[in-house]
T-cell receptor, first 114, second 112 residues
Framework: DAGITQSPRHKVTETGTPVTLRCHQT?????MYWYRQDPGHGLRLIHY???????DKGEVSDGYSVSRSKTEDFLLTLESATSSQTSVYFC?????????????FGSGTRLTVV | TQLLEQSPQFLSIQEGENLTVYCNSS?????LQWYRQEPGEGPVLLVT?????EVKKLKRLTFQFGDARKDSSLHITAAQPGDTGLYLC????????????FGPGTRLSVLP
């Protein structure tokens, strides 16, 4: 009974098409995050949310947008997918921020842009 | 440029051996975490350290936070194949904002 689920788990899309990834949580945590993971770079923050309709950019936000209309759902959209956005995308949740935070991650979405 | 460096990048050892992996930064952390990630899954939090010099033990895993809070180590005693995975450190502090920044990880393989 995972408290956080990501969908889809795998997706192949063509360059220039829009793509939306979904993160759903059942923990009622306030904070939600989208990361991408690439070899040699570790996890890099794309966007995060600190409440419904409250979002902010991370270090690699160009080409991505997010929305959070409900506490439990955080959507990541690639407006026009590019090959450089081929990556594994992870959603994370936490009930605190800063020093006290402990992230719970989803199982990831492997996105391939061809 | 990585804010957090981890070493070694890769480590392959035999079952029963001991090992240490490292996480370093030029900045001070207010808190540092270690995660383990298995193939096809997201990272799982192992430990959080917040006090300089702090040592925490989790079964065969020993985590140490440097006195200056700029570095950390993870020591595994008598490694087992189940320890295989990617070990990530993540830090938060004045130079990092309120979101944890992750290192690139150490990929550990424990051979039976």
């Amino acid at each position: 009974d995972a408290g956080i689920t990501q969908s889809p788990r795998h997706k192949v899309t063509e360059t220039g098409t829009p793509v939306t990834l979904r993160c759903h949580q059942t923990e009622n945590h306030r904070y939600m995050y989208w990361y991408r993971q690439d070899p040699g770079h570790g996890l890099r923050l794309i966007h995060y949310s600190y409440g419904v309709k409250d979002t902010d950019k991370g270090e690699v936000s160009d080409g991505y947008s997010v929305s959070r209309s409900k506490t439990e759902d955080f959507l990541l959209t690639l407006e026009s997918a590019t090959s450089s956005q081929t990556s594994v995308y992870f959603c994370a949740i936490s009930d605190l921020r800063g020093t006290g935070a402990g992230y719970t991650f989803g199982s990831g979405t492997r996105l391939t842009v061809v | 440029t990585q804010l957090l460096e981890q070493s070694p990048q890769f480590l392959s050892i035999q079952e029963g051996e001991n090992l240490t992996v490292y996480c370093n930064s030029s900045s001070v952390f207010s808190s540092l975490q270690w995660y383990r990630q298995e193939p096809g899954e997201g990272p799982v939090l192992l430990v959080t350290v917040v006090t300089g010099g702090e040592v925490k033990k989790l079964k065969r895993l020993t985590f140490q936070f440097g006195d200056a809070r700029k570095d950390s180590s993870l020591h595994i005693t008598a490694a087992q194949p189940g320890d295989t995975g990617l070990y990530l450190c993540a830090g938060v502090g004045r130079n990092y904002g309120q979101n944890f920044v992750f290192g690139p990880g150490t990929r550990l393989s424990v051979l039976p």
